[in-house]
């Protein structure tokens, strides 16, 4: 399809419309069409037929007029919030996090299920998924056939569109169709994204950077996610694959073999600190993972082991490497690693300063996110389901850009 035709046109406006109405709701058309660059004729065509299906809904501003001659209320638009429901559903290697979200992204309810995912065969892994997404449903009042779509999120290298789970810390397997397994147990539409780009796009929605449309996500867990907001919308490779930067090389060891970024900072990396220490070790096996050992260095008084200090400077480095690649104003680091608090934050820093070229490191400032408890997480994938929702009509490789 061309990018002058008109009805690829009109679904690009109909999309930049809704999201300005939800980034900025209520709003007046008018400042529709002074932030969207849209005339009245098209924003009037759009919201008006919005409004017809139940996805915009007026709201008249008692006081306020557009025109002191007409005398008539100003209406404001807003999205309609039971225009559609949707489940957010994170999978991550010690639990699953499920949030089920409406048209506005306000959750409605959430639940986390602590459980050993990783290394699950597949079909267990999918059950446990199903059992999260009908619980959170009926703890929402809801039924399965109030929900239009569902989207899972995991960390690794995930295929957008397909569903498929090309590698992750999750599965044993390679190659794992996610995706067409939860939609087969649950009869909806099931998408899945990595949890890095659903950060991100939390983040745009959600979070601190509404009003930003360029910057990156560094996950920072089993895998080492990245995340790229470029002009308003997630970057993706080919086929839709997301960024995993894990397997990106900061050197060789004494022996001359490759040393990689999940090698010193991940979760797995740095819990090898704490082997020594029998209560931690098993909390480990039991899959309680990174967060036990971080409330075991608060109850014994202990300084974080040197192997924090190594995985901080390390992700110092590979921030650094990524504002050399994209140059984006912001860079939030987000994930369990973040527990360890100020010895790994300072170690960033310096590992950042070390690394990065002078003029990138008075323009990218670098921000940390404490972990988030499961209704924000579960909230990430909603995001990702209703930006389906919301028709984005371009394709799903790289930031391209309307007309």
């Not at 090698?263 to 819990?271: G, I, K, N, R």
Request: with cysteine; glycine share 10%.
């Amino acid at each position: 399809m061309k990018t002058g035709d008109p009805e690829l046109m009109r679904e690009i406006n109909r999309f930049h419309i809704l999201d300005l109405i939800r980034r900025h709701g209520p709003i007046a058309r008018v400042e529709i069409c002074a932030r969207g660059d849209l005339s009245s004729t098209t924003v009037s065509a759009i919201t008006g037929a919005l409004i017809e299906d139940g996805i915009v809904q007026p709201v008249p501003v008692g006081g306020i007029h557009e025109s002191a001659a007409r005398g008539r209320p100003r209406v404001m638009l807003q999205l309609n919030p039971s225009a559609a429901r949707v489940v957010g559903l994170r999978v991550g290697p010690h639990g699953i996090a499920a949030a089920v979200t409406d048209f506005r992204g306000e959750v409605l309810s959430s639940l986390e299920v602590p459980v050993r995912v990783r290394r699950q065969p597949v079909t267990v892994v999918a059950d446990l998924a199903e059992d999260a997404v009908r619980r959170v449903v009926v703890d929402a009042a809801l039924t399965l056939r109030d929900v239009d779509s569902i989207c899972a999120t995991l960390p690794g290298i995930v295929e957008y569109g397909t569903g498929l789970v090309r590698a992750s810390p999750i599965f044993a397997e390679r190659d794992v169709l996610f995706g067409e397994a939860l939609s087969r147990r649950l009869d909806i539409r099931t998408v899945v994204e990595s949890d890095a780009n659903a950060i991100a796009l939390a983040e745009h929605w959600f979070g601190g950077c509404r009003d930003l449309g360029d910057f990156a996500v560094l996950f920072l867990e089993q895998s080492i996610g990245l995340g790229v907001m470029h002009d308003g919308r997630l970057f993706r490779g080919a086929h839709g694959l997301s960024h995993d930067i894990g397997r990106m090389v900061l050197g060789t060891d004494a022996r001359g073999a490759l040393v990689r970024l999940v090698d010193v900072a991940s979760e797995t990396a740095v819990l090898t600190a704490f082997e020594a220490d029998p209560v931690v070790r098993d909390a480990a096996r039991a899959g309680l993972g990174l967060r036990h050992a971080v409330e075991r260095l608060g109850q014994t008084g202990l300084a974080a082991p040197p192997l924090v200090t190594e995985a901080g400077r390390a992700i110092g480095i590979a921030v650094a490497n990524v504002a050399t690649l994209f140059a984006p104003p912001r860079i939030i680091l987000s994930g369990s690693l973040l527990g360890f608090g100020a010895p790994l934050v300072e170690a960033i820093s310096a590992g950042f300063a070390e690394a990065v070229a002078e003029p990138l490191a008075e323009v990218t400032e670098i921000l940390t996110d404490p972990p988030r408890g499961a209704a924000r997480l579960g909230q990430g994938a909603a995001a990702v389901a209703l930006c389906e929702l919301y028709g984005s009509p371009w394709n799903t490789t790289g930031p391209v850009r309307p007309g």
